[in-house]
């Protein structure tokens, strides 16, 4: 029990620091009403729906942009956690010029956070949730935080993006020729580190069973699951970059609506 919390901690704080040191860099990326790499948009998927006076509780809101989205469509109030400090920082600044508040907290999304619980009518996390170093327990957290029927809504890198023509030691597509192969097992969650920028982050690569079952175990019904590529990169002709390559032939993000029961 104590390798597991020194470990967990180990990858937290890890990743903690390259948050806090390079949060200038992903100002602003990979959020609403974007939801991951060459994927559908929620102007393609409507997966929120009309907000307006709804309650929303982001985790990993990072630079805020999201938030601002639904500031924007009229959400009634808005809550945000992140690990990184900085994010906060950057969040705080973005909401503020924009005219719209929101309650910021610095929190690991594995432990409680110091919100209201079964209070919330949406929880959602835009590209953050596979950071959480205790999925089931991340889950059940969250389905404690919603009000009965409400609705939690996440995105994640594809479980077969880091399995299939990629390199974790470069952070980069690899080809053989114009075929798509296996370079890591699917049923590998292990923890690896990848250089990101002078640093370097700790994921693991969960199962897609492993999100759906979690989110089973936590109470949680799924009303859609969506595993695409956006029309966009599919359409896409002649000479095109190797990431628009590979997403021409499997998803590289997916996204989840589940609901309360």
Not at 148 to 154: E, Q
Request: with cysteine; charged share 30%.
């Amino acid at each position: 029990m104590q390798e597991k919390a020194i470990k967990r901690n180990e990858i937290i704080e890890t990743n903690k620091t390259y948050w806090n040191e390079h949060a200038d860099l992903w100002f602003g990326t990979t959020a609403l009403p974007e939801y991951g790499v060459r994927f559908p948009t929620e102007d393609d998927l409507h997966l929120f729906g009309d907000v307006a006076g709804k309650k929303m509780l982001e985790i990993c809101c990072g630079s805020g942009h999201s938030l601002k989205y639904h500031a924007e469509r009229g959400a009634g109030e808005l809550w945000g956690v992140d690990l990184s400090d900085k994010q906060l920082d950057n969040a705080q600044k973005l909401l503020s010029e924009s005219g719209y508040s929101a309650k910021l907290l610095c929190a690991k999304m594995e432990e409680e956070i110091d919100v209201p619980k079964e209070y919330f009518d949406y929880v959602y996390s835009i590209y953050g949730i596979g950071w959480t170093t205790d999925l089931q327990g991340t889950f059940d957290k969250i389905a404690s935080y919603l009000k009965k029927d409400g609705v939690f809504i996440f995105s994640w890198h594809h479980t077969l993006n880091y399995c299939v023509a990629w390199s974790c030691n470069e952070r980069k597509e690899v080809f053989e020729g114009d075929k798509l192969v296996m370079t890591k097992s699917y049923y590998d969650e292990s923890y690896f580190k990848m250089p990101v920028h002078d640093s370097e982050i700790i994921l693991c690569n969960r199962k897609i069973s492993t999100y759906i079952n979690a989110l089973a175990k936590a109470g949680f019904v799924i009303e859609r699951f969506v595993e695409e590529t956006d029309e966009q990169s599919l359409c896409a002709q002649g000479e095109v970059d190797p990431k628009t390559k590979k997403s021409k032939m499997m998803p590289l993000s997916f996204c989840v609506k589940v609901r309360k029961m």
